[in-house]
């Protein structure tokens, strides 16, 4: 009983918007490659599956978006993207229930082998940020994934997004979102200031 009471306030502050994903204060946000080489698509729960991912400003914690393809690149599904936790210690968890209108997927359609999808909390914000991914079939016989999206306005290969906030109230589960910045190809990037339902 101890142990779960000591552990709830860090696990409470995983619930909002802005959930457990984040840089370390000072810290400058991370590059990745958005570009995945895979023969198939493992399971979340035992490797890192990852075509973009959303970082925060008050933890290590990352949102990362995986997909779901076949052995010949195909989407698997009709909803092929999916969302899960990498935590700082570097284990894999999927995201809670209440943590889905945050960082859950607002919708993914799919043509061909294309996805067109948008994050809940971003569309939550009034922010429109359509993400392209798409798979397609090496001569090596492995799967290219990469995600697009438009950057100040030029179609751009997107590689992160990052949330500037501020947390407060019990347990650290309100606050503000000041800012999301999305990170592509080329050093781009475009820094998107919160003006609609910014509190949490």
Wanted: proline share 4%; net charge positive.
């Amino acid at each position: 009983m101890l142990k779960f009471m000591s552990e709830l306030p860090k696990k409470l502050t995983n619930l909002s918007f802005v959930g457990g994903a984040m840089l370390q204060q000072g810290a400058k946000p991370l590059r990745a490659i958005a570009l995945l080489l895979l023969s198939t698509t493992p399971s979340y729960a035992t490797s890192l599956n990852s075509i973009f991912f959303i970082t925060k400003s008050d933890n290590g914690n990352q949102v990362h978006y995986g997909v779901q393809t076949n052995a010949d690149c195909s989407l698997k599904t009709s909803k092929p993207v999916y969302p899960y936790w990498k935590l700082e210690s570097g284990r894999l968890e999927r995201l809670l229930a209440m943590e889905v209108p945050a960082f859950g997927i607002a919708s993914q359609s799919v043509s061909g082998n294309e996805i067109v999808m948008e994050v809940n909390g971003f569309k939550a914000r009034g922010i429109s940020k359509p993400i392209t991914i798409r798979s397609t079939r090496l001569k090596s016989q492995e799967c290219q994934i990469s995600a697009f999206t438009k950057i100040n306005g030029e179609a751009t290969q997107l590689l992160q997004v990052h949330i500037d906030l501020t947390r407060q109230g019990l347990f650290g589960l309100g606050g503000t979102v000041h800012s999301i910045t999305f990170y592509g190809a080329g050093q781009k990037q475009e820094e998107i200031v919160c003006r609609s339902n910014c509190s949490f």
